[in-house]
């Protein structure tokens, strides 16, 4: 049974902070004191009978319980959040909104087609679609904000709680403009990389360990000018208007590379290939909406 004292408030709050590690910024997200979200921390650690935070220097780190509990609350917070809309939804005639965390290795790739499919089955759900690292579109979908994921798979620490389905594989390439000095025939390229910006992805990123083994492997000297981004925007830009070299899986690029505008230098980069699919909660709700989502992009992945 449900301890009647436990409401929406406290489980509200205490994602929160466990999201941004700080009670602060917990405050200013949800628009209340700081005092009132201690206070609210405070009551539901006294009804669980356990401490779900504790202090580490000038932020918070969640304890064990509070772990246990942070999987329980997402999933309790999302149902709530899928129920209203649902109700709201059906009461409008519409189908269940769909929100989607999609990489950027699929978001350029895959999923136009994707969406084109799903909007031809005329379910009626609305569709939100998030991009941005992986870490941070998982600890989404682990507190119910997204139903799905699409991208590469996760580090096995970060799947508990979490169903993944493959779908293709991809290996990261180094990317340049068109008429890169380094595109020149009888060039040293791990010798000459150095000589130029290279832009990295970021090191909490799903492809960065990839990328450092590639480059150790091959003896690649220290980077002069590196640029760690996880904007695609930027990198496309960025090679477009100079020599420097993109490190970046494969599907971000596809379409600069179909169209000629960015090559990728010859040098062979298997081994830095990696699984991409859908990452769902383990508890995932799927309506007909859902399935006809999914069935849809693995359709645009084939």
């Known amino acids: 049974m449900i301890d ?177 000095p380094l595109l020149e025939a009888g060039q040293d390229i791990f010798a000459r990389i150095g000589d130029f910006p290279v832009l990295m992805p970021t090191r909490g990123s799903i492809i960065r360990p990839f990328v450092e083994r590639f480059l150790i492997a091959n003896g690649m000297p220290a980077i002069a000018t590196e640029i760690e981004t996880v904007s695609d925007s930027f990198g496309r830009a960025f090679l477009r208007t100079s020599d420097a070299v993109w490190v970046i899986s494969e599907g971000v690029v596809a379409n600069d590379l179909a169209d000629g505008t960015l090559a990728v230098l010859p040098v062979d980069t298997a081994d830095t290939r990696g699984p991409v699919g859908l990452t769902m909660r383990t508890d995932t709700a799927r309506p007909p909406a859902f399935e006809a989502l999914l069935q849809t992009i693995r359709e645009a992945a084939r």
């Open 4 to 180: 009647a004292r436990i409401k929406l408030r406290h489980l509200r709050t205490f994602l929160e902070v466990a999201r941004q590690k700080s009670v602060v910024a917990a405050a200013n997200l949800l628009h209340v004191s700081q005092p009132a979200v201690t206070k609210t921390i405070r009551e539901l650690e006294e009804t669980l009978g356990v401490a779900l935070f504790e202090r580490e220097g000038r932020r918070i780190r969640i304890t064990r319980h509070g772990e246990i509990f942070l999987r329980h609350a997402g999933m309790a917070l999302s149902a709530v959040r899928q129920g209203v809309d649902s109700v709201t939804n059906a009461h409008e005639g519409e189908g269940p909104p769909l929100r989607i965390g999609a990489l950027p290795t699929v978001s350029a790739r895959i999923m136009p087609r994707a969406i084109s499919l799903f909007l031809k089955q005329g379910t009626g759900s609305s569709i939100k679609i998030v991009t941005g690292e992986n870490s941070v579109l998982l600890e989404q979908l682990r507190l119910g904000e997204l139903e799905l994921v699409v991208g590469r798979l996760a580090a096995p620490e970060k799947m508990s709680g979490f169903f993944f389905e493959h779908l293709y594989s991809e290996k990261v390439v180094f990317a340049v403009r068109s008429g890169h």
